[in-house]
């Protein structure tokens, strides 16, 4: 399977030359990065640690920003407060220089993947991880799962972090990691996912725990300054997932976003845009996700799609869950997968004095997060698929 592997690899390099989708002799030689030059860049997301030949010819080929997938989150990037962890992140940096891609920042703030010792008061070195589930007072793995903020309240051994000192924290962290990259790194997610599922649109609906509850909401603000104190010319972005839902009728989360939104420009917050991650379905709602493009340029915001996967099968959860095994996909599934992926596009494409970038997550439907569910243009041997076909075209919409 291996030499297959390679072998495919080494054929699909020197076919990007002469044609980028050989199951369709009629398809235009374009790239995806040449067919959207001069509208918006095209990125896809990845740390680069594992990438044999095959995939440098695509990404090469393909686009023109990459945004880390794991390597930048506070977790790896600042696992203890004395160290920091750049190994990765600085090879990811010079691959992409040497190679002529920018690379765009994922992500300086987070409720997840952040280390429980920038909100505990303790010595970080003395803290021992709690089990995420307990019951009666050991480990008990058929107990429920506990709810993110419990899991949260779970990691913090001992008592919080005060306010002044968790904040402190968090601008060491943004100041350093950003000042390190100042100038090679385009611009930042500075803080990720910050609304909660299912408000009512009436407030900001702000998670409760996490930076919001050990330094409140003016954590965001704050965080946006010191982003651009390390980096004046870097563009810094808020970025969450469905907050395009409930556009339309401007309800949901797509309301309390743009409640947040107006809060972070008020109070002088240097934000530069917004980003719409993009973890989308065959029945996604594609006229919240225009309105949604319309009300933050209304802000005064640029957009990114930064996360961009439309599943083939299942709903918008996730990899998480999905079948791996024998599992088939009708054909007719890819089919309407490269409708919805056309009519995004589309989209995009009309607004692209808004839209930025639009960012794959994942390489191939095998280097996804998504795995199981077959939601990027490329399969795991990273043949084009008919939606490859679809945005190419969409590039010729006006």
């Known amino acids: 399977m291996m030499k297959k592997f390679i072998i495919a690899g080494f054929i699909l390099m020197e076919i990007l030359g002469v044609s980028i989708y050989s199951q369709d002799k009629t398809l235009s030689q374009k790239s995806l990065k040449e067919a959207f030059a001069g509208k918006f860049l095209i990125g896809c997301a990845d740390d680069l640690t594992s990438n044999n030949d095959a995939y440098q010819a695509n990404i090469k080929a393909q686009y023109d920003i990459v945004t880390p997938e794991n390597c930048m989150k506070p977790q790896p990037i600042h ?12 090879a990811m940096v010079d691959w992409c220089e040497k190679n002529g891609l920018k690379v765009w920042g994922h992500t300086l703030a987070w409720h997840a993947q952040t280390p429980a010792w920038f909100f505990q008061a303790v010595n970080p070195k003395t803290v021992e991880a709690q089990p995420a589930r307990r019951q009666g007072g050991s480990f008990d793995p058929n107990a429920p799962r506990l709810s993110m903020d419990k899991m949260w309240e779970n990691s913090i051994k001992g ?10 924290r968090l601008e060491k962290h943004i100041k350093t990691v950003v000042g390190r990259y100042k100038g090679r790194i385009i611009g930042w997610d500075v803080f990720n996912e910050s609304i909660i599922d299912g408000g009512d649109g009436l ?3 702000l998670r409760n725990f996490s930076w919001y509850k050990v330094a409140g909401p003016e954590v965001l603000t704050k965080a946006f300054k010191w982003a651009h104190q390390a980096d004046p010319k870097a563009k810094l972005y808020y970025n969450d997932y469905n907050i395009e839902q409930g556009a339309v009728q401007n309800k949901g989360k797509h309301a309390s976003s743009m409640l947040l939104l107006k809060r972070l420009i008020k109070e002088g917050a240097p934000i530069t845009g917004v980003g719409i991650q993009g973890h989308w379905h065959l029945d996604t709602n594609l006229a919240d996700v225009e309105k949604a493009i319309e009300n933050y340029a209304s802000l005064g915001l640029k957009v990114s799609i930064t996360e961009l996967d439309v599943t083939a099968t299942g709903d918008n959860s996730g990899a998480f869950g999905v079948n791996q095994g024998d599992r088939k996909i009708p054909a007719e599934n890819y089919q309407k997968q490269a409708e919805v992926y056309k009519k995004l596009f589309e989209i995009f494409m009309r607004h692209s004095n ?8 994942g390489l191939s439907d095998t280097r996804s997060w998504r795995r199981g569910q077959d939601a990027l243009l490329f399969d795991g041997q990273l043949n084009p698929k008919p939606a490859f076909k679809a945005v190419i075209e969409a590039s010729k919409s006006k």
């Open 203 to 205: 407030t900001e609906g």
């Open 79 to 90: 696992p203890s407060e004395d160290i920091y962890n750049f190994k990765t992140t600085d």
């Open 159 to 168: 008592d919080q972090a005060s306010k002044k000192v968790a904040l402190e």
């Open 354 to 361: 808004v839209v930025e970038r639009v960012t794959f997550w």
